[in-house]
């Protein structure tokens, strides 16, 4: 490998004052390598929680599924992948495949989510310098390598976003990203080691490989060789990011593959397994793989995962087989905030696809008691996936579109956390919050991947469907892999201004404006939906029948044109579609028929719980403003009121309140006073040693239930 120096305003890219870095231990623990020093564990004990509450509302939490070939209604794998991320770059577009010279080498680039994710000559269209259109600065824009590799001679086509997604021979990878023990940092970056993040591993992958088990070995050997960072490498605690699970299909096999930083920061560690063809799996940022069996061909592994794990002390031989999932998870004691972000979809996703299957939906940090993958009921098609992509726990206790955070009308989007009335975004998640779904309202794009090449051939048979913006409220079109091009509408505009001809900004207005008026509106979109794709259903299998019988030259002009016109057809459905609702839902009324000879609406009044909260029938000159809310606990000295009824979705044993357990709120809120009084010093330590104390009570709490697992702490 050469490796290149990169550009100097890395160390501007969201540099902190305070450079702090992850080492092994539990309970939050964290060591700060900055002038802050001093403070010690307490300190640090705080700040580890606070950035697991952070970072669970964070802009990265993906959501991925795959299903085995028999499990398929076309006898072919599947997977999918909800790219959630509030201010990513949301452009999708075809790099064709290529030849390079003999002693050519590819550019490896630093980890960018947003627009542009990558400036470059050599990839798909919309990434080059003259289509950045949106940046003011474009002319200056510079994208300098961190390092690069050896070229290979031929490399494949694939459909790219912010990730790699599908290549022309049918090899399709999702993405989840997980927390693990330890986090590193790219080469370049501080002290970075590390040259590879996750997309591009993935994009690797998918330029020289054809299949599974070759893209699992390539991404495990380079991550190895050359060490694999956290996309989030800018975040307080690097552990949160610091694994990866995808999920890999070829046409005739489906994968689950697991990857985490090593502890030296230069290497990594990864397991794969095959998902029985009959099976159905769902990774919603935790790991999944359990014991690992080196005697099966089902497992694929890394040469050093076994000495990592006993180098430190997480297993040993006479654990047996190394569970993945409970070693090389992020273990804090007392941690219940993580819990229910993850296995709420596990649970929502495993019921709908085999819904008599008996599990709890509330269950320990790692689900102990869920299965790697189920047998579905029935065999599965691309739309049953398209469908598992908008869940949001309908017909659970923890239905989204009601309770009172719907608001009057359903709405079930719950907003990222930030600031409010003097409260930090660290303080709100310390103590509280929402379950969150799987279809949300910062997905970037939804994707299903069908590897039908063993049935419907070569060229036909690598098949996306991709919809933009959160899938609950928008389209999916589908995208022949090997069409030599793709509808602008996917590969046009950025979140910096409005376009009407991008497919994300479509699906933005009909999200936002459609959840105003949800529980009445959801009846349009459904609508739009079946009518969309169960037509575009029809046309692909009159398609691929077609295709079988054409010159390949032919077929890929008829690839190309359909997948082409399918993405424009759906930018116009979008439109269309907000334009429908806007006539149908506006002013507190819904028109009842727009074809009738008099103008008739229908009033869209509060339900009786929601007049009930926000006082109606309270004599306005008495009671103008004041809402009837659930006090919010203590948080350093503030006392607010929120309007929404208390208990609404929020786990129990989740993320409600975990003051009882690690005393964090409590130790902020004395903090804050000792330092205002006559003994602020001696205050401040009496607090601090308090702290120790239950910190050190906490790891010998966690290690005594550790061993009694058969596992060692993390501390």
Same mark, same amino acid.
């Given at each position: 490998?050469?490796?290149?120096?990169?550009?100097?305003?890395?160390?501007?890219?969201?540099?902190?004052?305070?450079?702090?870095?992850?080492?092994?231990?539990?309970?939050?623990?964290?060591?700060?390598?900055?002038?802050?020093?001093?403070?010690?564990?307490?300190?640090?004990?705080?700040?580890?929680?606070?950035?697991?509450?952070?970072?669970?509302?964070?802009?990265?939490?993906?959501?991925?599924?795959?299903?085995?070939?028999?499990?398929?209604?076309?006898?072919?794998?599947?997977?999918?992948?909800?790219?959630?991320?509030?201010?990513?770059?949301?452009?999708?577009?075809?790099?064709?495949?290529?030849? %390079?010279?003999?002693?050519?080498?590819?550019?490896?680039?630093?980890?960018?989510?947003?627009?542009?994710?990558?400036?470059?000559?050599?990839?798909?269209?919309?990434?080059?310098?003259?289509?950045?259109?949106?940046?003011?600065?474009? %002319?200056?824009?510079?994208?300098?390598?961190?390092?690069?590799?050896?070229?290979?001679?031929?490399?494949?086509?694939?459909?790219?976003?912010?990730?790699?997604?599908?290549?022309?021979?049918?090899?399709?990878?999702?993405?989840?990203?997980?927390?693990?023990?330890?986090?590193?940092?790219?080469?370049?970056?501080?002290?970075?080691?590390?040259?590879?993040?996750?997309?591009?591993?993935?994009?690797?992958?998918?330029?020289?490989?054809?299949?599974?088990?070759?893209?699992?070995?390539?991404?495990?050997? /380079?991550?190895?060789?050359?060490?694999?960072?956290?996309?989030?490498?800018?975040?307080?605690?690097?552990?949160?990011?610091?694994?990866?699970?995808?999920?890999?299909?070829?046409?005739?096999?489906?994968?689950?593959?697991?990857?985490?930083?090593?502890?030296?920061?230069? @290497?990594?560690?990864?397991?794969?397994?095959?998902?029985?063809?009959?099976?159905?799996?769902?990774?919603?940022?935790?790991?999944?793989?359990?014991?690992?069996?080196?005697?099966?061909?089902?497992?694929?592994?890394?040469?050093?995962?076994? #000495?990592?794990?006993?180098?430190?002390?997480?297993?040993?031989?006479? +654990? $047996?087989?190394?569970?993945?999932?409970?070693?090389?998870?992020?273990?804090?004691?007392?941690?219940?905030?993580?819990?229910?972000?993850?296995?709420?979809?596990?649970?929502?996703?495993?019921?709908?696809?085999?819904?008599?299957?008996?599990?709890?939906?509330?269950?320990?940090?790692?689900?102990?008691?869920?299965?790697?993958?189920?047998?579905?009921?029935?065999?599965?098609?691309?739309? +049953?996936?398209?469908?598992?992509?908008?869940?949001?726990?309908?017909?659970?206790?923890? +239905?989204?579109?009601?309770?009172?955070?719907?608001?009057?009308?359903?709405?079930?989007?719950?907003?990222?956390?930030?600031?409010?009335? $003097?409260?930090?975004?660290?303080?709100?998640?310390?103590?509280?919050?929402?379950?969150?779904?799987?279809?949300?309202?910062?997905?970037?794009?939804?994707?299903?991947?069908?590897?039908?090449?063993?049935?419907?051939?070569?060229?036909?048979?690598?098949?996306?469907?991709?919809?933009?913006?959160?899938?609950?409220? @928008?389209?999916?079109?589908?995208?022949?892999?090997?069409?030599?091009?793709?509808?602008?509408?996917?590969?046009?505009?950025?979140?910096?201004?409005?376009?009407?001809?991008?497919?994300?900004?479509?699906?933005?207005?009909?999200?936002?404006?459609?959840?105003?008026?949800?529980?009445?509106?959801?009846?349009?979109?459904?609508?739009?939906?079946?009518?969309?794709?169960?037509?575009?259903?029809?046309?692909?299998?009159?398609? +691929?029948?077609?295709?079988?019988?054409?010159?390949?030259?032919?077929?890929?002009?008829?690839?190309?044109?359909?997948?082409?016109? @399918?993405? #424009?057809?759906?930018?116009?459905?979008?439109?269309?579609?907000?334009?429908?609702?806007?006539?149908?839902?506006?002013?507190?009324?819904?028109?009842?028929?727009?074809?009738?000879?008099?103008?008739?609406?229908? %009033?869209?009044?509060?339900?009786?719980?929601?007049?009930?909260?926000?006082?109606?029938?309270?004599?306005?000159?008495?009671?103008?403003?004041?809402?009837?809310?659930?006090?919010?606990?203590?948080?350093?000295?503030?006392?607010?009121?929120?309007?929404?009824?208390?208990?609404?979705?929020?786990?129990?044993?989740?993320?409600?309140? /975990?003051?009882?357990?690690?005393?964090?709120?409590?130790?902020?809120?004395?903090?804050?006073?000792?330092?205002?009084?006559?003994?602020?010093?001696?205050?401040?330590?009496?607090?601090?040693?308090?702290?120790?104390?239950?910190?050190?009570?906490?790891?010998?709490?966690?290690?005594?239930?550790?061993?009694? #697992?058969?596992?060692?702490?993390?501390?």
């Amino acid at each position: 490998m050469a490796v290149r120096p990169g550009p100097e305003d890395w160390r501007s890219w969201g540099c902190r004052d305070c450079g702090l870095l992850p080492r092994r231990g539990g309970f939050g623990e964290m060591v700060a390598i900055c002038s802050t020093r001093a403070m010690g564990w307490a300190v640090a004990l705080v700040i580890g929680v606070f950035a697991l509450a952070a970072c669970l509302s964070g802009s990265h939490a993906c959501t991925t599924m795959v299903v085995g070939r028999k499990a398929s209604t076309e006898n072919a794998p599947m997977c999918t992948h909800n790219d959630d991320c509030l201010d990513c770059d949301f452009r999708v577009d075809k790099t064709p495949a290529a030849e %390079h010279g003999k002693h050519a080498m590819r550019d490896v680039y630093l980890y960018r989510n947003r627009y542009p994710t990558k400036v470059v000559e050599d990839r798909a269209p919309a990434y080059r310098k003259q289509n950045l259109v949106d940046l003011p600065q474009k %002319h200056e824009w510079k994208f300098t390598p961190i390092g690069e590799i050896k070229q290979v001679g031929e490399t494949y086509g694939l459909v790219e976003g912010g990730y790699g997604i599908m290549n022309d021979q049918g090899l399709a990878i999702g993405e989840s990203t997980c927390a693990a023990p330890w986090g590193s940092l790219p080469l370049g970056y501080k002290n970075g080691s590390a040259l590879f993040a996750v997309d591009t591993l993935m994009m690797l992958a998918l330029e020289r490989t054809s299949k599974a088990r070759d893209a699992i070995r390539l991404m495990g050997s /380079l991550a190895e060789e050359y060490g694999f960072y956290v996309e989030d490498f800018r975040d307080l605690d690097l552990r949160m990011s610091g694994g990866e699970a995808l999920t890999v299909i070829d046409e005739e096999e489906a994968w689950v593959m697991h990857l985490a930083c090593d502890p030296s920061g230069k @290497s990594a560690i990864w397991a794969a397994q095959r998902v029985p063809d009959d099976h159905f799996a769902i990774i919603a940022n935790q790991f999944i793989i359990r014991r690992i069996n080196p005697k099966s061909d089902d497992f694929l592994y890394s040469s050093n995962m076994w #000495d990592v794990a006993k180098s430190q002390g997480l297993w040993s031989e006479t +654990d $047996g087989l190394l569970d993945w999932t409970r070693v090389f998870s992020l273990y804090l004691p007392g941690d219940s905030l993580r819990t229910p972000y993850s296995t709420l979809r596990q649970y929502a996703l495993l019921k709908a696809a085999q819904p008599t299957l008996d599990i709890n939906i509330k269950t320990d940090w790692i689900a102990s008691d869920y299965p790697f993958s189920v047998k579905p009921a029935r065999k599965l098609s691309a739309r +049953d996936l398209m469908e598992f992509s908008r869940n949001q726990f309908e017909g659970t206790e923890y +239905d989204l579109t009601q309770g009172p955070g719907s608001g009057a009308h359903g709405n079930p989007d719950r907003y990222d956390g930030g600031p409010v009335d $003097g409260i930090t975004r660290e303080q709100l998640f310390s103590t509280g919050g929402y379950p969150r779904g799987t279809s949300i309202h910062r997905t970037i794009y939804s994707m299903v991947a069908q590897s039908r090449g063993a049935t419907k051939g070569p060229l036909a048979g690598p098949l996306l469907w991709m919809a933009f913006h959160a899938p609950r409220t @928008s389209i999916f079109s589908p995208i022949y892999v090997n069409a030599l091009e793709m509808s602008s509408a996917h590969s046009t505009g950025s979140m910096f201004n409005y376009d009407s001809g991008s497919m994300w900004w479509a699906g933005c207005r009909v999200s936002n404006y459609g959840k105003h008026w949800y529980r009445h509106a959801l009846p349009h979109i459904v609508a739009a939906q079946d009518d969309a794709e169960l037509s575009f259903m029809e046309d692909v299998e009159r398609l +691929d029948q077609h295709v079988a019988k054409m010159s390949r030259h032919d077929a890929l002009k008829a690839l190309t044109a359909f997948t082409v016109e @399918s993405g #424009d057809k759906v930018l116009m459905k979008m439109h269309s579609l907000f334009d429908e609702l806007v006539t149908y839902f506006h002013d507190g009324a819904h028109l009842v028929n727009q074809t009738a000879t008099e103008i008739s609406f229908q %009033h869209l009044f509060y339900p009786l719980y929601w007049l009930k909260m926000t006082n109606f029938f309270v004599p306005p000159l008495n009671h103008p403003v004041e809402l009837h809310g659930a006090a919010v606990p203590d948080l350093g000295g503030h006392e607010v009121h929120e309007s929404g009824a208390p208990n609404d979705n929020v786990p129990s044993g989740g993320r409600s309140d /975990l003051r009882g357990e690690s005393g964090i709120q409590t130790a902020t809120s004395l903090l804050a006073e000792a330092s205002k009084g006559p003994f602020a010093l001696a205050g401040v330590v009496v607090i601090l040693t308090a702290l120790g104390a239950s910190f050190f009570a906490g790891s010998w709490f966690g290690k005594k239930q550790a061993r009694r #697992d058969g596992y060692a702490s993390l501390a």
